[in-house]
């Protein structure tokens, strides 16, 4: 069995995420407090660039699956860290229909999918599937997910909300709810299993089977 990457490397690597967020607002990297700055001598901290073999500084998702590895969402692709190096998924390698990555998920059976600006990908046991609108997707701009207790998928869309299950689509648009045409932009699951999905001025709940 694999071993897990380092924790050491991983919350570095979380912590060269919110570097990369505080560039994007103005704000100096060296903002970035490290658990040293917090009280506790555990932790080192040690940032990733390109010119450090980081494939690129922009990220929007990251995740860590059962297997030990990191995944990052950027906007030129999906990369894995094993807790040594970086590997990128994308258009390029064949993987990706979309490199632009908004969100990531992990279901309870160990595939990992991926919201993209051109479907939703669901990488399991080495292959990459995409799905679009033609498979059922409201559309093909996948802005948020969201696994529930039932083991079902959640997906996000700019102009809609599909949920995946049994092998199938079901698709919640404007008809389903009050949602309009408003672009959808996260959602986010509640303790009464409740999931809201976050749109330009208001929240719509749908609560979950159980």
Do not use: H
């Not at 700055?37 to 990733?48: H, I, K, M, P, R």
């Not at 969402?73 to 990706?96: E, K, N, W």
């Not at 919201?115 to 093909?140: Q, S, V």
């Amino acid at each position: 069995m694999k071993n897990e990457p380092p924790v050491r490397k991983i919350l570095a690597l979380a912590l060269r995420l919110l570097a990369a967020s505080f560039g994007a607002t103005g704000r100096s990297a060296d903002a970035v407090r490290s658990p040293g700055d917090l009280g506790s001598n555990a932790y080192s901290v040690e940032f990733w660039n390109e010119a450090k073999g980081f494939p690129q500084s922009r990220i929007r998702a990251i995740v860590q699956s059962r297997d030990g590895y990191l995944w990052l969402g950027a906007d030129r692709g999906l990369a894995r860290f094993d807790g040594v190096g970086f590997t990128m998924f994308d258009r390029s390698t064949g993987d990706l229909r979309d490199n632009e990555i908004w969100t990531l998920a992990e279901d309870r059976d160990g595939g990992l999918w991926i919201g993209t600006g051109g479907g939703l990908t669901l990488y399991k046991d080495g292959i990459f599937r995409t799905f679009t609108k033609a498979d059922g997707l409201p559309d093909d701009w996948v802005r948020a997910l969201d696994i529930d207790r039932d083991g079902n998928v959640w997906i996000a869309c700019a102009n809609g909300v599909a949920c995946w299950a049994a092998g199938k689509f079901t698709s919640f648009t404007a008809q389903e709810g009050p949602v309009d045409n408003l672009p959808i932009r996260v959602c986010a699951r509640s303790s009464l299993g409740v999931l809201l999905v976050g749109i330009a001025a208001l929240a719509w709940p749908r609560r979950s089977r159980r």
